[in-house]
């Protein structure tokens, strides 16, 4: 599975597109701009998105890769 298949198949499980979800995440301190601030531990943002959003483990890294910057919308 592509890593943008993984975007849509959140956006269509949660309706929270990855703009919502760098938005959601500034909202609760993690973002630094676009990115994550130092020190945000994947373990942090997993945990978040499985109570909030119910994405499974594969799902919530993908966004925490997308939130990091080592991932983009469009990469295969």
Do not use: C, N
């Not at 979800?21 to 020190?39: I, N, S, T, V």
């Not at 998105?49 to 469009?74: D, R, V, W």
Request: net charge positive; proline share 1%; charged share 25%.
């Amino acid at each position: 599975m592509s890593f943008q298949a993984y975007l849509d198949s959140i956006q269509t499980k949660t309706g929270q597109s990855p703009d919502d979800f760098r938005k959601l995440a500034a909202e609760k301190g993690f973002m630094e701009g676009r990115l994550l601030k130092g020190g945000v531990k994947a373990g942090e943002i997993t945990t978040w998105l499985k109570a909030e959003f119910a994405l499974g483990h594969g799902h919530a890294m993908a966004i925490y890769a997308l939130l990091k910057g080592t991932k983009s919308e469009g990469d295969r």
